[in-house]
């Protein structure tokens, strides 16, 4: 079995195991936490993202690489998931967006949100010293050391908050993670190393979760949006250690959270059609005017 073949089919094997037990848990009291309505009133559950979190770090458990990579990858994807999971739960609206909980911290109030910046910042630092490992060759100046971990941490931390920015309509998070991991965790360029392992363990329960996620059975909420970006962006530095490469992914992931709290991702991709049509694949039709009163929408579409 290759590299990828086996975290693929062990994390696509736990996220469906875990997507089983979430149907049994929604008719038990315990799942009506889990309950919510979309962005149309649609009744679903976010029970999606603990199935995705624990397909993920399944998957992570087994790929080829060293025991320190892999407890890298599991402490980012674990908490991200963990820190996501509260948020759902007891998270409240009153501050939106990456703006809203920085201030609120500012001003001396710790939000669900704030707490995730701040838990998820701390555990990317950490994980991606784990998965980046000490480097070779010639010893570099204790400040481009510290830059370098800077870079990494910010990068895993800024793709599970991207990720988190995309999951505000059915399909759309799970599809960027898929079409992201392929691109991420495909063959070795000069220069970088094997990504492969890391990528196929989110694209294993990415692709197990999805078809519920276009039904709109279940969605993956912060808990499972915010794993599965950390662990998209464990899998990118597995591919390189380029600081220009790293550099240039990192400004660009944050020009994109920055363009979220003036520009709506959903009025952009609708605009376009070539994103507009592979948005809308195989997503159920949009419900005519008269299909009666809209609930409110847990794709919050600011979440940090």
Known sequence: MSSRARPAAVAATAAALGWGGAQLLRRRPAGARWERTNHRGTPLTLLEGPALALGSLAGVAVAPLPPRARAGAALVTGAAAALGAVDDLVGSADAKGLRGHLGALARGRLTTGGLKVLGIGAASLAGAALVDGPRRGAASPAPARAADRLVAGAL?????????????????????????????????????????????????????????????????????????????????????????????????????????????????????????????????????????????????????
């Open 156 to 304: 895993v931390a800024g793709t599970a908050n991207l990720v988190n920015l995309l999951d505000l309509r059915p399909g759309r998070a799970l599809k960027a993670v898929l079409l992201l991991g392929h691109l991420v965790g495909g063959a070795g360029v000069p220069g970088s190393r094997p990504a492969g392992p890391l990528a196929a363990a989110g694209a294993g329960s990415a692709a197990v979760l999805l078809l519920p996620d276009l039904r709109e059975r279940g969605m993956l909420g912060d808990c499972g949006a915010n794993a599965a970006g950390a662990l998209l962006g464990a899998a990118l530095l597995t591919r390189t250690r380029s600081r220009t490469a790293r550099g240039g992914v990192l400004a660009a992931v944050l020009a994109l959270t920055a363009a979220s709290e003036r520009v709506s991702f959903t009025r952009v991709i609708e605009g376009t059609p070539v994103l507009a049509a592979l948005d809308r694949l195989g997503r159920r039709p949009p419900a005519p005017p008269s299909a009666g009163r809209v609930g409110p929408s847990v794709q919050r579409p600011a979440g940090p």
